[in-house]
């Protein structure tokens, strides 16, 4: 079966550092990877896919995500963050099929100190 | 951009009494809507897959008979929660799909 692991449960930043956040998955066969975010009251929110091509994806709001398909990994970056970047965020993976079907990490809490 | 809503966005309601939760899509129609449930400080478990004009999909270890998924319309899909408990106070997701998941903004249920 299908899963996908997030390590950092919780991560505290002060404004201008730089954010990395780590998604393992594990599936043998063709993904399509995500990264949603949910700021707080809000709503899930994509901030960026990979389905295939360009291993580094870059998405909304200055994140990128760089697939690495002999680590499995899917892991998000950015380079200097905003206390307005304090939210929860959740990898997730399809099989790469026409399901639609997500699973999901168990999500990071970012909180950027200003 | 394609708007999932909710309905309602919070609710409270009596061990025993079943509760009914839409999901619509607003601007665009779709096929396959899908229910998630989200536990505090927790990630979000799909419960089913709901499509149009057939019976859902449920997840391993999801009660059908519990948690009722009806998706009449392209627009439209609807999760009741039978006979509820306390151990049903959750937080109740659906998103719908085109071209990707458009999530909606969530339904608060609690049971009393």
């Known amino acids: 079966a299908q899963s996908v692991s997030q390590h950092n449960h919780h991560v505290i930043l002060s404004e201008a550092a730089s954010l990395e956040l780590g998604c393992n998955y594990s599936?043998?066969?063709?993904?399509?990877l995500f990264w949603y975010v949910q700021y707080p009251g809000q709503h899930l929110q994509l901030l960026l896919k990979?389905?295939?091509?360009?291993?580094l994806v870059k998405g909304i709001k200055g994140f990128e995500a760089e697939f690495i398909k002999s680590k499995f990994s899917f892991n998000l970056r950015k380079p200097s963050v905003q206390w307005s970047d304090t939210a929860e965020y959740f990898c997730?993976?399809?099989?790469?099929?026409?399901?639609?079907?997500?699973?999901f990490g168990s999500g990071t809490r970012l909180l950027v100190r200003p | 951009g394609a708007v999932v809503s909710q309905h309602p966005s919070w609710v409270i309601c009596k061990s025993g009494t079943s509760v009914k939760i839409e999901c619509r899509s607003l601007?665009?129609?779709?096929?396959?809507m899908f229910w998630y449930r989200q536990f505090p400080k927790q990630s979000l478990m799909l419960m089913a897959t709901?499509?149009?004009?057939?019976?859902?999909?449920?997840e391993q270890g999801v009660e059908k008979d519990k948690f009722l998924i009806n998706h009449a319309s392209l627009t439209l899909s609807t999760l009741t929660v039978t006979s509820a408990h306390p151990e049903d106070s959750s937080f109740y997701i659906c998103?719908?799909?085109?071209?990707?998941?458009?999530f909606g903004p969530g339904t608060r249920l609690t049971v009393t």
């Open positions: 998103s719908a799909t085109a071209y990707e998941q458009y």
């Open positions: 599936y043998g066969g063709t993904v399509n």
């Open positions: 990979y389905f295939s091509g360009d291993p």
């Open positions: 997730a993976v399809n099989a790469g099929d026409s399901s639609y079907k997500l699973i």
């Open positions: 601007d665009f129609q779709a096929t396959t």
């Open positions: 709901s499509n149009e004009g057939s019976k859902a999909t449920y």
